[in-house]
């Protein structure tokens, strides 16, 4: 399972895909929804979460997208419950809440931090000041 905004979809992006797709069989993104980005990143994303769902969709790197629950971002997880969940390199998680709520689910998931690629290019911050 990998979480993220994928706002602007760029090459980082299918590298953090692509790596955690060979963590495992089946490969769920999860992408966060346009008010949970709102209130967390403290600013609106470019393109909406259907859009940017259906250009995940279209990529063909997942086997389902689905859109994060807008009432508690630990529900999918304990809907789908992955054998791995897949961090991109710079992704803010509180490390501790997270195994947790594994716990908590009963769910033995194995927490991978994933490299990145070109972070001096392919960073969504950096993408979205050029393109501003």
């Known amino acids: 399972m990998a979480f993220g905004t994928f706002d602007i979809y760029h090459p980082g992006h299918e590298s953090y895909l692509r ?3 060979k963590l495992g069989d089946y490969l769920v993104v999860v992408v966060a929804r346009d008010r949970t980005v709102a209130i967390i990143k403290k600013q609106e994303t ?14 063909g790197l997942a086997d389902e997208v689905v859109l994060g ?5 630990y529900k999918i997880i ?5 054998e791995v969940i897949a961090l991109g390199y710079d992704q803010k998680v509180d490390l501790v809440e997270l ?7 009963e769910i033995n998931a194995k927490i ?8 001096e290019i392919y960073k969504s911050s950096l993408i979205m000041k050029h393109k501003a």
């Open 19 to 21: 790596q955690a797709k």
């Open 99 to 105: 195994e947790g709520k594994l716990k908590e689910f």
């Open 78 to 82: 304990e809907k789908y419950r992955p």
């Open 112 to 119: 991978v931090r994933l490299k990145s690629f070109k972070p």
């Open 69 to 73: 629950d807008l009432k508690d971002r």
């Open 46 to 59: 470019r393109n909406n979460e259907q859009k940017r769902k259906k250009i995940l969709e279209e990529s």
